[in-house]
Each structure stands twice: as structure tokens, then as C-alpha cells.
């Protein structure tokens, strides 16, 4: 199985960067692609990153400008970093990899951003 740890959220205010992290328990260089998620309660789940095997990224409008995917292969981990947040980016953020032709979900963690 393939377990994936994030950490990273917390609270910032407006304008402020944090810089979210997923730990992956196989070597990133099995994973196609990796992507970040974001939902709010009771609305449906948003792609705001996504990175895959051959370094190709896609950013919604909402986030392009803003949020950056990275991967550390050394470290098998993969990065969202957040500037110039905004009220509207609070949010649960979820870590997704695709390997071998599964999907795999981490646990999520909370940013709230306060104006």
C-alpha cells in the first residue's frame, strides 16, 4: 500500500505563505502524477495543482501565480507551496498520487486563512 503523510497547515493571514508537505512511502520516481486538492464543507473538491513524471504543471486560474507544486525525489516528498493567500483559499488540502493506475489520497490537513 502506499501511505501519504501531509503536514503544513495551520492559520495565516491574509496575504501570508505557507508551504504544505506530503511524505510518500515509495520512491516518487514510481509516482506518474501527484496533485493537490482542496475542498470546503459541503462543496465539491477543487484541483489547485498538479505535477506529473515528466515535470508538466497545471494550475487552475484561481491559484495560478500563487501556488507552486514541487517534488524532492531525495526525500520522497512532495511540495505546495502558498504565497498571497486569500480568505477564499480556506480550506481542507488533500495530497493525490497516481501509481501504477491507482489513485491515493492522503488524510488532509487544515489551512484557514484570516482577513
Known amino acids: 500500500q502506499v501511505q501519504l503523510v501531509e503536514s503544513g497547515g495551520g492559520l495565516v493571514q491574509a496575504g501570508g505563505s505557507l508551504r504544505l508537505s506530503c511524505v510518500v512511502s515509495?520512491?516518487?520516481?514510481?509516482?506518474?502524477?501527484m496533485a493537490w486538492y482542496r475542498q470546503c464543507p459541503g462543496k465539491q473538491r477543487e484541483l489547485v495543482a498538479q505535477?506529473?513524471?515528466?515535470?508538466?504543471?497545471y494550475y487552475p486560474d484561481s491559484v495560478k501565480g500563487r501556488f507552486t507544486i514541487s517534488r524532492d525525489n531525495a526525500n520522497n516528498t512532495v511540495y505546495l507551496q502558498m504565497n498571497s493567500l486569500k480568505p477564499e483559499d480556506t480550506a481542507v488540502y488533500y495530497c493525490?498520487?497516481?501509481?501504477?493506475?491507482?489513485?491515493?489520497w492522503g488524510q488532509g490537513t487544515q489551512v484557514t486563512v484570516s482577513s
Open positions: 493525490r498520487v497516481l501509481r501504477y493506475c491507482v489513485y491515493y
Open positions: 515509495v520512491s516518487i520516481g514510481s509516482i506518474k502524477a
Open positions: 505535477l506529473t513524471s515528466s515535470a508538466v504543471t
